[in-house]
C-alpha cells in the first residue's frame, strides 16, 4: 500500500494464518462475492492515521489495483 506516494505497507497472501481459499468459502458462506468485492483480511505492520487530501493506492503483483482519495 502506498500513501501519497511512499510506500506504507507491504504484505502477501502467504502471511495470512487461514489460507485466501478458505477465508473466500467462509464470507461466501453469508454473502454473494462478485467481480471488483474487496475483502478487508486484517493488516500487516505499518497502519497509520490518514488526513483528508491523502491518496491510498495498493498494488497486486506490482500492478496498481485501487486507489483511494480521502475526504
Do not use: H, M
Amino acid at each position: 500500500l502506498e500513501k501519497n506516494g511512499a510506500t506504507v505497507q507491504e504484505g502477501s497472501t502467504a502471511d495470512f494464518l487461514t489460507p485466501i481459499e478458505d477465508l473466500i468459502a467462509f464470507v461466501s458462506r453469508y454473502f454473494t462475492l462478485k467481480k471488483g468485492d474487496v475483502l478487508f483480511t486484517g493488516t500487516p505492520a505499518g497502519v497509520g492515521p490518514v488526513t483528508p487530501g491523502d491518496r491510498l493506492e495498493g498494488f497486486l503483483n506490482g500492478e496498481s489495483r485501487l486507489r483511494v482519495s480521502i475526504r
